[in-house]
């Protein structure tokens, strides 16, 4: 099993809701990733996991907020967002060898966020 | 965070060796060059990334310069299932130090052509 699964793969939420984006891999990986991409644009570093452990947050607002429950589930829970964080939200993992990533992510297909 | 340049887009006709180039400069000694490509509407998806030396796997080949100041990805003969954005990316590997922080700059958008 190769795959990195999102869900759900479409959702519309209003300003006030709270909502949550779901990531599961199966390959042993032990570092995990969100990324946020807009239309047109280069995907953008959000949060890196590492052994389950947040290592990188890359300044993004409270109102995201990731979590990794276990080695293969990571969440990204959303609250009180904007109309401008509509966007794909991609989660990546990849393998980590004595402290060191291997350098290949393996990607989802991404969710994608309509905020109304 | 060191800093990748590459062509906006490119064009290749099928069947036909495809060489797309990357400079970064500002590379540090212990920044791995990663590429990454993103067909559309998937997420992206790894190609190959190399330190020092030349690799090759069964996608594609990286060359890198001597004094690693650029590199190119090569597709020996390109389908039209290559079209994609492909990414030049620098990091480190080690994770407890930034590693793993890959940061996507534009890419090449690279057209083929039948």
């Known amino acids: 099993d190769t795959e990195v699964t999102q869900t759900p793969k479409h959702l519309v939420m209003g300003m006030t809701n709270k909502k949550s984006l779901k990531c599961e891999q199966h390959m042993g990986h032990r570092a995990m990733y969100w990324y946020k991409q807009k239309a047109k644009k280069p995907p953008e570093l959000m949060f890196v996991y590492s052994y389950e452990k947040l290592s990188i947050n890359e300044s ?50 991404g969710s994608r966020l309509t905020v109304l | ?28 000694g212990t920044d791995y060059i990663h590429w990454y490509r993103q067909l559309p509407s998937q997420g992206p998806e790894y190609v190959i990334h190399g330190l020092t030396s030349n690799v090759n796997n069964r996608m594609a080949s990286l060359a890198i310069a001597e004094d690693r100041k650029s590199s190119t990805l090569i597709l020996h003969r390109a ?21 793993g922080k890959l940061i996507f700059g534009q890419g090449t958008e690279l057209s083929v052509k039948p």
């Open chain 2, 79 to 99: 389908t039209l299932r290559d079209a994609a954005v492909y990414y030049c990316i620098l990091s480190g590997t080690v994770i407890y130090n930034q590693g």
């Open chain 2, 1 to 28: 965070d060191a800093k990748t340049t590459q062509p906006n887009s490119m064009e290749s006709n099928e069947e036909e060796p495809v060489h797309l180039p990357c400079n970064h400069s500002t590379i540090s």
């Open chain 1, 60 to 109: 993004v607002p409270s109102r995201f907020s990731p979590e990794c429950p276990n080695s293969s589930l990571l969440n990204l829970h959303l609250h009180a967002l904007q109309p401008e964080d509509s966007a794909l939200y991609l989660c990546a993992s990849s393998q980590v060898y004595r402290g060191r990533n291997t350098g290949e992510l393996f990607f989802g297909e």
